[in-house]
């Protein structure tokens, strides 16, 4: 079982910028990639960025230059650095684990965090 907790959402202006943390807890030695998915109010969920245990990055072509996902292996955390946020950005932000276990993938979800970006 692996844990998620995201932090960081919150109200800015256009322009402005946030950062979003998600911890991870439990069993993160089988977790093989992490990213952050957001969903705008009538949207489907939707990719923002991902990042491997091996570092490699993927992000919404949309989204490349403005955002960045990076982590911090010491405290089993990965950040979503957002800047030049656009009213088009909010939404729930979730993070995502998925982790390998006996050569099946699970996906485990964190509850989701508010982004409010004011014009």
């Known amino acids: 079982q692996v844990q998620l907790v995201e932090s960081g959402g919150g109200l800015v202006q256009a322009g402005g910028s946030l950062r979003l943390s998600c911890a991870a807890s439990?069993?993160?030695?089988?977790?093989?990639?992490m990213g952050w998915y957001r969903q705008a109010p009538g949207k489907q969920r939707e990719l923002v960025a991902g990042?491997?245990?091996?570092?490699?990055?993927d992000y919404a072509k949309s989204l490349k230059g403005r955002f960045t996902i990076y982590r911090d292996n010491d405290k089993n955390t990965v950040y979503l650095q957002m800047n030049s946020l656009k009213v088009e950005d909010t939404g729930v932000y979730y993070c995502?684990?998925?982790?390998?276990?006996?050569?099946?993938?699970?996906?485990?979800w964190g509850q989701g965090t508010q982004v409010t970006v004011a014009k």
């Open positions: 995502n684990g998925v982790s390998d276990h006996d050569a099946d993938e699970y996906d485990y």
């Open positions: 439990g069993s993160i030695f089988s977790i093989i990639a």
């Open positions: 990042i491997t245990s091996g570092g490699n990055t």
